[in-house]
């Protein structure tokens, strides 16, 4: 396995973790611009790295956890631009880049052999499910990192004492905005992962799946942001109820990955 | 190159001092030829604004004379005795002079430390100066040097950055809660001065519409036709309350006119939609409690005050940052200064040339075969002549040029146009 683009791009990306590292002791930087071009230029090379990695493989390279901590790493960072050409801030980088760092470094280095290799699992309903899962993820981290942002802002201006934050973080509305529409895009996601799930399931084992808690867990975080989507929509919640939900949320998130440190019982070794 | 600096400024001399020794806009330019009369001055700049009376010169030489002649200028056009101003006046050399004019026109030795003004008055003194035709060499370098250092100064560190009066920090706060304040409505409650400044700086910053209420309905109606707003009646406040996202209050009312009851009642006809309330009121208008309610923000006078305090701090500590630039482009102005000097621009040239000359002689030595010393000697001297006669002429007109004005551009033009190194 060719590891060198992904390498280039963890390189690159460690550009990405010192402007974030400053951001915290400095208001404004030089070093931002350089920062900005390095994690664009790793964002591509890590495109080329999966590009290479799915070639290789002669598949869609999410069938073993580095293979998925890759490409979650790629789509956060990707969020990350996103999220700055959208908003123009990037004090995000701050939560942003500390996990992208480590979910590179820990897709870097050198690959454990396959988990999956049980060839009664691998239908394309997998890399469906599990990319679109990512996909989802992606979305509900931002959605929790604007929660985490919000309450810190919030904090701050109901104190009436600004401190750091208060001068490096956005305005509230701008991150209750990124909180809203990294939710509605989520949500979408995680429901289309849970449900192509279902038809791999089904396309596997038929109408009796095997009892898996990841599978449980999976539905009470569905839930969690059902809730909070719909009280969003309907009853006007917004900024701290609906920080502490997010937060909440991705914790039950983190939960339901947790299970099997990341696989279902089915599928583990 | 010798650069002195004297002047003074609100650090070291009060009010009084400054008016006296201050320098009319009419006066400046004769003030500037007299100081250019001055033995051994070459260039002046003069900058008089009210908190600070600069005068920059640059002279052939400085044997510790130059400062006390500019003492005796100051003295003598404004008809005081030496000892009596002496007191007042700082006097930098050389670096310390190039990086005083930096920390000057970037606004760090400003009473508001980042106030955006006195960039523009060192530009407009820099251009009187120049008008009158006292620069044209070094000294105008540093002073186009120094409105690039103060704008790097001002966009690279957060010195100008965040409201240091308490009617722009409120506008900074609606800021930091509703992003854009684009489409945003105002309610005045009270038709005081301060919420009249307040209003128009946030219609200045986009909000897009103003309500006035009081309890006299006409100074509403005026303060309503002046904002370009809507006086309304004060019966009718909390029927507009509730469209308004950003309400001041500044009455003299002795109780809460807006109780936390009727802030929950508020936020929940618009959908929790934040509030910002500003209170600046004494005796207070709105009860503090409200400010504990979701999406709710309230500031008070004192609030503001804290405000202000924080953002002086902030924009200290990032004071700091802008020092440390000020002194590494004044190395970096005398390192290029000094390139830019005559005699080492001469002494480059005939190395240059003289390198070239032994190069070519080198490169044919071969091909001529062998030769008696005599002819060797022919060679050497043929060579040797043709290059001090070819740089005779630059040599001669860039000795004279240097010390006119724009002998920089000249010495400039000369080492582009032979390539030599800086």
Redesign the interface.
Known sequence: MNLLWLRVALALYSLGLLHAVLTVFRRRQRLFRIALGAISLGVVFHLVALVEDGLALGHFPVTSLQEAASLFAFLIACAFLLVYWRYQFHSISVFIFPLVFVLTLTAAMDRSTHYWELPLLRTAWLYLHVSLIILGYTAFFLTFVAGVMYLIQERELKSKKPRAFYYRLPPLDTIDDLAYKSLAVGFPFITLGIITGAFWANAVWGPSWPIDPKISWSFVTWLIYLLLLFTRWTAGWRGRKAAYFAIAGFAATLVTWGTNSGLHSFVSP | MNFCLVGLSHKTAPVEVRERLAIADEELSGALRTVAALPGICEVFILSTCNRVEIFTRAESDGGEVGPILTQFLARTHHRDLSEITPYLYQYQQRDAIRHIFRVAASLDSMVLGEPQILGQVKAAYAVAHATGTLGGALEEVLSRSFAVAKRIR????IA??AVSISYAAVE?A??????LEGKNVLLIGAGKMSELAAKHLLHSGASSIFVTNRSPERAQELALLLKGRAIRFEQLFDYAGQSDIIISSTGAPHYIIKKEDGRRLLAGR????MFFIDIAVPRNIDPEI?KL??L?L?DID?LQ??VD??RK?RMR?AQ?GEEMARQEVEKLLRRLKTLDVVPTIIDLQSHLDEIRRQEIARLRSELGDLTPRQEEAIEALTKGMVNKIVHSPINHLKNLAQQSDGLKVVETVRRIFNLKD
């Open positions: 966009t690279e560190t957060g950055a965040s706060l800021k930091k809660i509703f992003g854009s959908k929790n939609r934040p400010n979701d999406n923000f500031y609030d804290h405000v924080a953002n902030e990032e940052q």
